[in-house]
């Protein structure tokens, strides 16, 4: 090998990490291991054999491919190959050419260890003095080894390595997440809320009736509501004004040997309707730049149920048949067929089944817009005999990956309490109102009962 030893600075012997782990050779701040140069970078036989092995390696092959290819020029004429001039210092390469190690003059080698050829190669290359000579490593255990012996060693920094490859696994893992990230820039972004107007409420929970008082009851509400009295029929089955309601003693006898017994049967849990309470507002708003095909809003409820309106169930039951005026009387239709039929757009949303004390609600919109919104109010009651009181809203549509969740929790405070605790045996009326009749009192000055539904007071229609 006709080389000009003297020509350079230092002699560098690098190991097999430098190729496979490192930037490339003309990319190296080799400044950091000698300011001016010019630098001579000797590869050893053990480096080369290693570096070979790992050109078909799943991580590494390509790096290797990549040094065998800057070697080619020194299979020919070329003692050395100049791999950078500018900026300094100039880096040249060569192929070390290495005598026969006689490993009995290093016990501290293992022949069988690539580390401990590299550093036997390097004490034994011909041409550089030994002063000239340095270990090049990332690891410490050629250098430990190559110190040990008398070399010259440099640590390389983090700052040789070049950028951690990415894995098969990272690759597709990336891979499928640009995939979704694609799928989702094609799906409406919806916004969801689910609020309640108390985050706990307090419940009755109770004591069952005795038999007796149960009796009592049921005696007291017919003593404060007797059957109404009313003018009689004169010239027999005709009266001339029209005034006497032939069907009112079917109807109380009705309601005295029917709808009563039944309403006293559930007496306690009649009266736990009137607690518990809780206003619930769903709210969804599409906030991209595309609208939700088929859209679905699912709301379910646990420990209690949905209704569209506040209970009230009245501690003396159900009201009594009052007299009916012959001349208006009218067999009772039902409310739909006097509705006209409404015709809902794509952009409507419909309410499957309005919430009449269920556990689940279901709603719809064919074509949700975006930078729309809709509000979906309902009333809750929160069952005191149940666990905990959740509501769930699960939104999903044609265009839209997965699903969309929101939850609330309402606590619940709860009152074990008896009847008597509550309601007058002598008047059937509660010691203390309810704020649910509370709230009804104050609708009377609007005249609007909307918002309320009597328990068992539609039986006489």
């Known amino acids: 090998m006709d080389i000009d030893w003297n020509k350079f600075s230092v002699v560098v012997f690098i190991d097999s990490n430098v190729v496979l782990e490192c930037l490339a050779l003309e990319q190296l701040p080799w400044r950091e291991v000698h300011n001016t140069g010019p630098i001579l970078v000797l590869v050893t036989p053990t480096v080369l054999q290693e570096v070979d092995s790992k050109k078909n390696h799943h991580r590494l092959g390509d790096h290797a491919r990549r040094f065998n290819r800057s070697m080619r020029a020194l299979l020919a004429e070329n003692a050395t190959e100049v791999i950078r001039q500018a900026p300094n210092p100039q880096v040249d390469v060569a192929l070390a050419v290495c005598t026969r ?9 293992d022949p069988d260890e690539p580390d401990s050829r590299v550093v036997a190669q390097a004490l034994t ?34 700052n040789w390595l070049r950028p951690k490859d990415k894995s098969e696994a990272e690759k597709r893992a990336n891979s499928l997440k640009r995939e979704i ?3 989702r820039s094609r799906q ?20 069952d009736l005795s038999s007796q008082e149960r009796e009592a009851i049921q005696d007291t509400i017919f003593r404060l509501h007797p059957m109404p009295e009313q003018a009689p029929d004169f010239i027999g089955a005709y009266n001339l004004f029209g005034q006497h309601d032939h069907t009112l003693s079917t109807r109380y006898k009705r309601w005295e040997e029917k709808v009563i017994p ?22 969804i708003e599409n906030i991209g730049q595309v609208p939700a095909d088929s859209l679905l809003i699912h709301l379910s409820i646990k420990g209690g149920w949905f209704n569209d309106r506040y209970v009230i169930a009245s501690p003396a039951g159900p009201r009594s048949p009052g007299v009916r005026n012959p001349l208006f009387s009218h067999p009772h239709l039902p409310n739909h067929l006097f509705r006209p039929v409404e015709q809902r757009g794509k952009h409507d949303f419909v309410v499957q089944r309005v919430p009449a004390r269920t556990a689940e609600v279901q709603i719809s919109c064919s074509d949700f817009r975006h930078g ?17 009181f959740h509501v769930e809203a699960v939104v999903t549509a044609a265009n839209l990956y997965g699903e ?58």
């Not at 409406?188 to 004591?207: E, F, G, M, Q």
């Not at 109010?377 to 666990?387: C, E, K, N, S, Y």
């Not at 929101?406 to 010691?431: G, N, Q, R, W, Y």
């Open 125 to 158: 290359a011909r041409g550089p003095s030994l002063e000239s000579r340095i270990i090049v490593s990332h690891d410490i255990r050629p250098l430990t080894l190559a110190q040990q012996h008398g070399l010259r060693i440099f640590h390389i920094g983090d």
């Open 188 to 207: 409406p972004k919806l916004a969801l809320s689910l609020s309640t107007s108390k985050d706990n409420v307090s419940v009755h929970r109770i004591l």
């Open 372 to 388: 729309y919104d809709y509000e979906y109010r309902m009333i809750g009651w929160v069952d005191p005999r149940a666990d905990d």
């Open 181 to 183: 990230d694609e799928i």
């Open 262 to 283: 039944q309403f006293v049967r559930d007496y306690e849990r009649k009266l736990e309707l009137n607690f518990g309470h809780v206003e619930i507002v769903f709210r």
């Open 101 to 109: 190690v006689d490993w009995e003059k290093y016990p501290y080698l």
């Open 404 to 461: 969309i969740r929101e939850a609330v929790i309402v606590e619940k405070t709860i009152i074990e309490s008896s009847v008597f605790d509550l309601v007058d045996p002598e008047t059937m009326k509660f010691h203390k109102l309810p704020e649910i009749v509370e709230l009804l009192s104050a609708a009377k000055s609007n005249g609007d009962f909307s918002n309320f539904e009597f328990d068992g007071n539609g039986w006489d229609k």
